[in-house]
């Protein structure tokens, strides 16, 4: 189920950057698609600092000996990265056709909460403090989700 939720959520960023791609061409991009790309790439930027590549995975697996990180933007929210990508999407969202553009969010949107879902299981089991963890953080947005 991993690996189908992984190709939604990249076949969904494709349709959604190709798009975009009309807007960009001709430009102007709006103010608020330049914030929100802006904001994604910091909040990736803030988690690498946090989270090193080779300690998690790009599939909802824990990786195999990796560590519980719970400081900088996993202080606030559990899934950062999501966050970031959601951040990014609706960028591009802004930069399509308003319909199919939002449509398309709203679906990774759904695909990323059902990954989060089945990645937080798998957590419990692979770190017994994530529930706890759980408990004192927002899955996507603070003080919202």
């Known amino acids: 189920m991993g690996v189908v939720l992984v190709t939604l959520q990249f ?13 960009v061409a001709v430009g102007p991009i709006s103010a608020i698609a330049v ?11 803030w ?7 080779g300690n998690f995975n790009i599939r909802p697996i824990p990786r195999q000996g990796g560590r519980l ?3 900088g933007p996993y202080q606030h929210v559990r899934h ?4 970031a990508v959601l951040l990014g999407a ?8 308003p319909l199919a553009g939002w449509l398309a ?27 706890a963890y759980r ?5 996507l947005v603070p003080g919202l989700y």
């Open 135 to 139: 408990q004192h953080s927002w899955r």
């Open 47 to 53: 988690t690498f600092r946090h989270n090193r590549p």
């Open 69 to 71: 990180i719970t400081s």
């Open 90 to 97: 609706a960028a591009m969202a802004l930069m399509s056709p």
């Open 105 to 131: 969010w709203g679906a990774l949107l759904a695909v990323l909460l059902a990954k989060s879902a089945l990645e937080e299981r798998w957590m419990i089991d692979a770190h017994p403090p994530y529930a």
């Open 11 to 23: 076949g969904l960023l494709l349709l959604m950057a190709w798009m975009a791609s009309a807007r």
């Open 80 to 83: 950062p990265m999501y966050s």
């Open 35 to 45: 914030v929100l790309a802006l904001a994604s790439v910091a909040l990736v930027l």
